[in-house]
């Protein structure tokens, strides 16, 4: 694994990082109730037969969780967008499989969303996975130091861009938001969830755990656009492709 960081001698390691493990099944989330925040692991599981995400968000003072779930029952993007912050988590988690990602949680009240759609188009947020969890304050004053990485994915409107190279194997990608609008990160393979990051808000980052084979892989993001009338940012030119030598 070549590391294209300067200071990884600096670089807290990824997998000694605090891990919250959540697991998805058709259509629901375990999850403990409550974790300790600042730069941590978060590992689904997934045991269900389709692919699932978990997205968190934290709702903002002055919201409450059962508004996220009417403001998404409505298709309400304006209203979500103003209540919540997100933070990331797995994405395009296949059946069977487990992805983890690293990101900062802030004390607060998340809400655990999968935006993943059935066969039949219904998202699985409306068929149950929704799921509350509260953050406490890190015990350490100490923040963690940000995991070195190989390679990075800028997330812009409505374009990606991929800064070194994404190979065969393990390995750790930072994924940042660089555009003005939430964005998240899912590929695929043959049709298959080979992992990624969940919707991250404008300014923030997270870093993906990916463990990819040797193909084509499909690169897309599913976020409705606030600013385009809630049409989603892959019918507005977010997608791509890369090959896994
Ligand atoms: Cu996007």
Redesign the pocket.
Known sequence: MALTTTACDQAASFDDLPEIVITASDYSFAAPRSAEGGLVRVTLDNQGAETHQVELVRVVDGHEPDEIETAIRRRDVVALNSMVIYHGGPNEVAPGSRGTVATQLDPGTYVLLCFVASPDGTLHVLRGMIAQIDIAPPESEVPARPPAFDASVS?QD?RFEVTGDIGEGRQLVLVKNE?S?P??LRLSSGGRGAGGSSTISPGSETWVELNLESAPHSVF?Y?PSEKQNGRL?IDLG?HTSITVP
């Open positions: 997330l409505y555009g609008e964005h998240e993001c976020v940012h977010m």
